[in-house]
Every structure is written in C-alpha cells, then in structure tokens.
C-alpha cells in the first residue's frame, strides 16, 4: 500500500515513519525542506508540487 502525508509535524513524522517500518510505501509533502529531506533518507519519496 502506498500513502501521501501532507505535513510531517511531530505527530505526522512518528505515523510516517512507522508505516515505513510495515513495508508500507510514503509519499510526503513537507514545506520545511530540512525536514524534508531528513524524512526522505529515512526511505519516503518526497511530492513536489
């Protein structure tokens, strides 16, 4: 299964990163590009808009 989150606050990192731990694909959107990038070398593709 693959999801997209929009905003990865504290709340929405800890859902994303454990989705990824159950071999569920992400997909993020995040505004900060420092989150965003730590958030993609932990396995999520990042959504450009």
């Known amino acids: 299964m693959q999801l997209e989150m929009i905003g990865l606050g504290w709340m929405g990192g800890n859902i994303i990163r454990r989705l990824m731990r159950n071999w ?13 990038a730590k958030i993609h070398k ?3 593709h990042s959504a450009l808009v």
């Not at 569920?24 to 965003?36: D, E, I, Q, R, Y």
């Open 42 to 44: 932990e396995g999520a």
């Open 24 to 36: 569920h694909g992400c997909v993020v959107f995040v505004a900060n590009l420092k989150t965003s």
